[in-house]
């Protein structure tokens, strides 16, 4: 009854209410990752010439993805949090003006043990709350941890991931293997922009002959490789930084606010915090490649026979089912057929049966 930590007025009026909560940390996000999708999926690395349902594809996975890795943020964040809640009952802050206690009889209350402790110290049964509405006394003891914070950072977190991922902002880094010109790797559509990269490095050789006859014959006293290094990345614009971290200030402010509004201990909100900390990156990780390595994209969908189960010896859930036309092509590709290139992990070949202006689309598997 003495304990300042729980004495704290009620505020029947919150700043951030539990529906503006799902607002914010779910109905907004979701609608961002699908207008993000939409008009900057599959980005410029695409040639005009792509065909408008392989396009359409591509779209549409990133945004099943998308609303995957938040929906796994917040359901993991959800469960997590309000499984502690009910384990640990923990008080809070405002838990005796929720009581309404029953001062003038607290002796009735008091428990005999503790009845001569020094310094009007008493610990006091439940029955002493006056408080007729049982769920706002209920909600007295779920402090721990701040379902505010956990929520609000599992999906603005998760969205901050998303745009730094969308575009492109992330820490100029060199990667640790030599750099490479493979151009495949960071696209939507990796035999088409092998076919390009094999049309640019013909002209370059064209080129070579005049560039060496112009190159210096002395040498710089500097490591070349290392000097050339700094072309590899550039600080991006400090307006998209902005932009990518608006929802992670956001939810900085979700959080503060049950401290203000004395719903919550500090150390709650906290570790609240965490929880969605951790659950927006591990969904984020679970569906997307890593922000500076992945150019944006999204992994790919898995194969229809390891959809449930990859199977014992198996490294991972991609590969192309056995008498399905991908296996059909790829083996047609091998045997040297002319106008063919196989490429595996989900995209079909470029021509059909060695006729060009055929195509076969990107297939997409179950993600969920």
């Given at each position: 009854?003495?304990?300042?930590?729980?004495?704290?007025?009620?505020?029947?009026?919150?700043?951030?209410?539990?529906?503006?909560?799902?607002?914010?940390?779910?109905?907004?996000?979701?609608?961002?990752?699908?207008?993000?999708?939409?008009?900057?999926?599959?980005?410029?690395?695409?040639?005009?010439?792509?065909?408008?349902?392989?396009?359409?594809?591509?779209?549409?996975?990133?945004?099943?993805?998308?609303?995957?890795?938040?929906?796994?943020?917040?359901?993991?964040?959800?469960?997590?949090?309000?499984?502690?809640?009910?384990?640990?009952?923990?008080?809070?802050?405002?838990?005796?003006?929720?009581?309404?206690?029953?001062?003038?009889?607290?002796?009735?209350?008091?428990?005999?043990?503790?009845?001569?402790?020094?310094?009007?110290?008493?610990?006091?049964?439940?029955?002493?709350?006056?408080?007729?509405?049982?769920?706002?006394?209920?909600?007295?003891?779920?402090?721990?941890?701040?379902?505010?914070?956990?929520?609000?950072?599992?999906?603005?977190?998760?969205?901050?991931?998303?745009?730094?991922?969308?575009?492109?902002?992330?820490?100029?880094?060199?990667?640790?293997?030599?750099?490479?010109?493979?151009?495949?790797?960071?696209?939507?559509?990796?035999?088409?922009?092998?076919?390009?990269?094999?049309?640019?490095?013909?002209?370059?050789?064209?080129?070579?002959?005049?560039?060496?006859?112009?190159?210096?014959?002395?040498?710089?006293?500097?490591?070349?490789?290392?000097?050339?290094?700094?072309?590899?990345?550039?600080?991006?614009?400090?307006?998209?930084?902005?932009?990518?971290?608006?929802?992670?200030?956001?939810?900085?402010?979700?959080?503060?606010?049950?401290?203000?509004?004395?719903?919550?201990?500090?150390?709650?909100?906290?570790?609240?915090?965490?929880?969605?900390?951790?659950?927006?990156?591990?969904?984020?990780?679970?569906?997307?490649?890593?922000?500076?390595?992945?150019?944006?994209?999204?992994?790919?969908?898995?194969?229809?026979?390891?959809?449930?189960?990859?199977?014992?010896?198996?490294?991972?859930?991609?590969?192309?089912?056995?008498?399905?036309?991908?296996?059909?092509?790829?083996?047609?590709?091998?045997?040297?057929?002319?106008?063919?290139?196989?490429?595996g992990n989900g995209e079909h070949l470029e021509c059909v049966n060695g006729k060009?202006?055929?195509?076969?689309?990107?297939?997409?598997?179950?993600?969920?």
């Amino acid at each position: 009854m003495t304990n300042a930590e729980i004495s704290f007025p009620y505020q029947t009026h919150e700043k951030i209410s539990t529906a503006l909560l799902v607002v914010c940390g779910l109905v907004i996000p979701a609608g961002i990752i699908f207008l993000i999708c939409v008009s900057l999926v599959p980005g410029p690395t695409v040639s005009k010439a792509t065909p408008k349902p392989l396009i359409w594809r591509r779209k549409l996975w990133e945004w099943h993805t998308g609303w995957l890795g938040l929906g796994l943020s917040l359901a993991a964040a959800f469960l997590i949090t309000n499984g502690m809640k009910n384990l640990f009952g923990k008080p809070r802050p405002d838990l005796l003006s929720r009581c309404d206690p029953d001062v003038a009889n607290i002796a009735q209350y008091t428990f005999d043990s503790f009845q001569n402790v020094p310094n009007g110290f008493s610990v006091v049964s439940a029955e002493i709350c006056q408080q007729t509405d049982k769920s706002i006394l209920d909600d007295g003891f779920r402090s721990f941890p701040s379902g505010h914070a956990s929520f609000s950072a599992a999906g603005l977190l998760y969205l901050s991931l998303f745009l730094a991922s969308k575009l492109a902002i992330t820490i100029p880094f060199l990667a640790p293997s030599a750099y490479s010109q493979d151009a495949s790797r960071f696209s939507a559509f990796p035999s088409r922009a092998e076919r390009r990269v094999v049309q640019t490095q013909a002209a370059d050789n064209l080129k070579e002959g005049q560039v060496q006859n112009e190159a210096l014959q002395e040498p710089t006293g500097h490591n070349d490789a290392i000097i050339a290094a700094r072309n590899q990345a550039a600080a991006p614009p400090v307006y998209l930084l902005v932009l990518a971290t608006i929802p992670f200030f956001a939810s900085i402010y979700i959080a503060s606010t049950r401290y203000s509004d004395f719903r919550h201990h500090g150390f709650d909100i906290l570790f609240g915090y965490f929880i969605g900390t951790v659950t927006a990156v591990f969904a984020f990780g679970y569906y997307h490649l890593p922000i500076s390595q992945g150019a944006g994209w999204s992994w790919g969908p898995r194969s229809r026979d390891r959809s449930f189960w990859a199977g014992v010896g198996v490294g991972n859930y991609v590969g192309l089912n056995e008498g399905s036309p991908e296996v059909h092509d790829v083996e047609i590709g091998r045997q040297g057929n002319s106008g063919m290139s196989a490429v595996g992990n989900g995209e079909h070949l470029e021509c059909v049966n060695g006729k060009p202006g055929s195509y076969r689309g990107e297939t997409f598997g179950s993600g969920a």
